[in-house]
C-alpha cells in the first residue's frame, strides 16, 4: 500500500514539473503561431471574399455568440482565415479538455499543403506540448504515437526549432516511461538523448536547463 502511495506521489510530482514547463511554452507558440499566420493576411486583403472572412472571423471574436458555429463557417473557406479559425476552434476544445478533438484539427491543420515550414513546424510543436500535457492529465498513452508523427514534422534544419524538436522528443520519451510505469534510470535511449541534449552547442541553455530538471528528479526520486 505505502509504495503505491509512494508511486503514485512520484507520478503525480513529475506531471506537476512538466506542466509548469509546457503551459508557459504552450501560450508563447499560441501567441507566435497567430501572430505569424495574422502577419500573412496583408497579401491578402485586395480579395474581396478574404475581406467579407476577414470581418466574419473577427466580428465572431468580439461577440463570443455562437463562436464554435461560426467559426466552423469560416474555416470552410479557402483562405488564411480558415487555418486561423482552426487554430481558434483548437482552443476552445483544449480549454475544455476535448483533446481528441484538438488532436483531430491539429492533424487537419499540419497535414494540409497550406502552410510553409515554418507555421508547419510551429503548429506541430505547439500540438505536441498540448497533446503532452494531456497524456498526463487523463493518464492515457493514446497520444503518444501521434505526438512523435507531429515531433517529426517540425522542421529541425530551422534553426531555432532544433532545440525544441530536441525537447520534445526528451519530454515524450519522459511521457512514455511514466506512463508505462518504468524505470528512467535503466532507459538507455532517454539518457542518451539526455546527454546528447545537455552537450549539444545547437541545443539553447533555456531548454537545456528545463531538460536538467526534468532529468535530475527522474534520476534521483
Known amino acids: 500500500m505505502n509504495e503505491n ?10 506531471q ?8 508557459k511554452i504552450i501560450v508563447v507558440f499560441g501567441i507566435l503561431i497567430l501572430i505569424f499566420i495574422s502577419f500573412q493576411t496583408y497579401n491578402y486583403y485586395s480579395l474581396k471574399d478574404l475581406k467579407k472572412n476577414s470581418i466574419n472571423f473577427f466580428n465572431t471574436i468580439e461577440k463570443n455568440e455562437e463562436i464554435l458555429a461560426s467559426l466552423q463557417e469560416i474555416k470552410k473557406s479557402d483562405n488564411i482565415f480558415s487555418t486561423l479559425s482552426s487554430l481558434k476552434i483548437i482552443q476552445n476544445h483544449n480549454k ?3 483533446f481528441n478533438i ?3 484539427l ?6 494540409s499543403d497550406k502552410l510553409n515550414n515554418l507555421y508547419s513546424s510551429s503548429i506541430s510543436a505547439h500540438a505536441s506540448y498540448t497533446l503532452i500535457n494531456a ?7 493514446k497520444y503518444l504515437e501521434d505526438i512523435s508523427i507531429f515531433i517529426n514534422f517540425i522542421d529541425d534544419d530551422l534553426e531555432s526549432y532544433f532545440s525544441i524538436k530536441k525537447e520534445l522528443e526528451f519530454l515524450l520519451a519522459v511521457t512514455r516511461i ?10 538507455k535511449e532517454v539518457i542518451d538523448l539526455f546527454n546528447f541534449i545537455y552537450n549539444s552547442n545547437q541545443v539553447s541553455s533555456s531548454v537545456k ?3 536538467k530538471k526534468i532529468h535530475e528528479f527522474q534520476l534521483y526520486k
Open 135 to 141: 497524456s498526463y492529465i487523463e493518464n492515457t498513452n
Open 16 to 23: 506537476s514539473l512538466i506542466f509548469t514547463n509546457i503551459r
Open 106 to 111: 491539429y492533424k487537419e491543420i499540419v497535414f
Open 102 to 104: 484538438s488532436n483531430e
Open 5 to 14: 502511495k509512494k508511486k503514485e506521489s512520484v507520478f503525480k510530482t513529475t
Open 178 to 187: 511514466d506512463l508505462n510505469k518504468s524505470e528512467y534510470k535503466n532507459n
Open 96 to 98: 475544455q479538455k476535448n
Open 209 to 211: 536547463e528545463r531538460v
